[in-house]
């Protein structure tokens, strides 16, 4: 069945190290995001794709890099430029044709630097 | 600053009660939509109101859309302990570069008690 699938659901980094966040779509979505969740502030931009190939820097993207080789996915990395790097993760996906913006979400990555 | 506001921050309820939650944004918008998010997981798109509509509809879900003062509320009717989640508003702007874009407000913490 169709959806947006996030792994893992639990990641541990240590300090200095990159770590890859996976996101799958098979919705057939043109664009995708990238959102960071921290307790009491709601969700903030990262990254985001309208199409193949293309992507561009969201509010927060210091620290973060990202992909978009196929249309399927779009994975993060939290390179070590990240200096505080705990959060929950959320990918989401959503077709370019009106309504515009209407976001199906995967289920999240929870992130912890240990 | 974010688009989007919500109010209030909390709301704490009985079973069977109204819920009524509000969300305000600075710039023109194409739309306007408003998501569901249970503890630790990923988020559930409610519904959607566009600029031109002023009041929808969806099961126990009635949202308002005032352009003028550039608020909408969502209403929850006849609430049930498992309406227990944060509720978001999110904003496309009207826009075309950042056309498809969600901007987020900080939610809304909804608990129903039975």
């Known amino acids: 069945d169709g959806g947006i699938t996030q792994s893992p659901k639990y990641l541990f980094r240590k300090e200095g190290q990159n770590v890859t966040l996976s996101c799958e779509q098979n919705l057939n979505h043109d664009a995708m995001y990238w959102y960071r969740q921290d307790p009491g502030q709601g969700l903030r931009l990262i990254y985001y794709s309208q199409i193949v190939n293309d992507f561009q820097k969201g509010d927060i993207a210091e620290g973060y890099s990202v992909s978009r080789e196929k249309k399927e996915s779009f994975p993060l990395t939290v390179t070590s430029a990240q200096k505080n790097p705990t959060a929950f993760y959320l990918c989401a996906s959503s077709s370019n044709r009106p309504p515009r913006g209407e976001a199906f979400f995967g289920q999240g990555t929870r992130l912890t630097v240990v | 600053s974010q688009q989007g506001e919500e109010d209030p921050q909390a709301l704490s309820i009985q079973e069977g009660e109204n819920a009524t939650m509000n969300c305000s944004y600075k710039?023109?918008?194409?739309?306007l939509q408003w998501y569901r998010q249970n503890s630790g997981r990923g988020l559930v798109h409610l519904i959607l109101?566009?600029?031109?509509?002023r009041e929808k509809h969806s099961g126990r879900l009635r949202v308002t859309l005032d352009t003028s003062k550039k608020s909408s509320s969502l209403l929850i009717t006849a609430s049930r302990a498992a309406d227990t989640a944060s509720y978001f508003c999110?904003?496309?702007?009207?826009?075309?570069?950042?056309?498809?874009?969600?901007?987020f407000g900080r939610g809304t913490q909804l608990t129903v008690w039975p």
């Open positions: 999110a904003t496309v702007l009207d826009r075309g570069s950042t056309l498809g874009r969600l901007y």
């Open positions: 710039t023109s918008i194409n739309n």
């Open positions: 109101i566009r600029s031109n509509e």
